[in-house]
């Protein structure tokens, strides 16, 4: 049997998810969860479980695409807190969450997981927030995903 040597997105992730575009190391995931602004960093390497698995040139990365995403998010959707956690419990492959957290959500202060299930995000919705979302998103290095072109 031929080793698998090319990058595949966990099954769970993918189906929980949709594939905004792709920075220089990580592709972009928004969850399909209307109740929080979420998004996904999933860096393209395979068998990677941990950020300390990541050779130190993309630990720099990862930190850099993250804090550039965490900054535009926060002030895009003007949260009061944001959230970063790579978890992992559920879906093994590494992959680091960023949610914006308001005073008023559902959960505030508990942390998102485990607490509701996910809503999806309404398609009219989802269209609006990402036309606004990805030319920001642009600038800061992220390469649209097919199905999110012009």
Same mark, same amino acid.
């Given at each position: 049997?031929? !080793?698998?040597?090319?990058? !595949? ?6 189906? =929980? ?5 792709? +920075? ?12 929080f602004?979420? +998004?996904?960093?999933? *860096? ?23 804090s ?11 949260? =009061? ?12 492959? +590494? ?7 308001? !005073?008023? =959500? ?10 509701? *299930?996910?809503?999806?995000? !309404?398609?009219? =919705? ?17 390469k ?7």
């Amino acid at each position: 049997m031929k !080793e698998n040597t090319t990058f !595949e997105l966990n099954p769970r992730l993918s189906a =929980d998810s949709i594939l905004v575009g792709e +920075f220089p190391l990580t592709s972009l995931l928004m969850m399909n969860d209307s109740q929080f602004p979420w +998004f996904v960093l999933v *860096p393209r390497r395979i068998y990677i479980r941990e950020a300390y698995q990541l050779n130190q040139s993309d630990q720099s990365v990862l930190w850099r695409e993250s804090s550039s995403l965490s900054q535009l998010i926060m002030k895009h959707f003007k949260g =009061d807190k944001l959230n970063v956690a790579a978890i992992g419990n559920i879906v093994s492959q +590494f992959h680091l969450h960023h949610v914006i957290r308001y !005073e008023k =959500d559902i959960c505030w202060p508990k942390p998102i997981w485990g607490q509701h *299930p996910m809503k999806p995000i !309404e398609s009219i =919705d989802l269209k609006n927030c990402l036309s606004d979302l990805l030319p920001k998103l642009e600038k800061i290095g992220l390469k649209r995903a097919l199905n999110n072109r012009k």
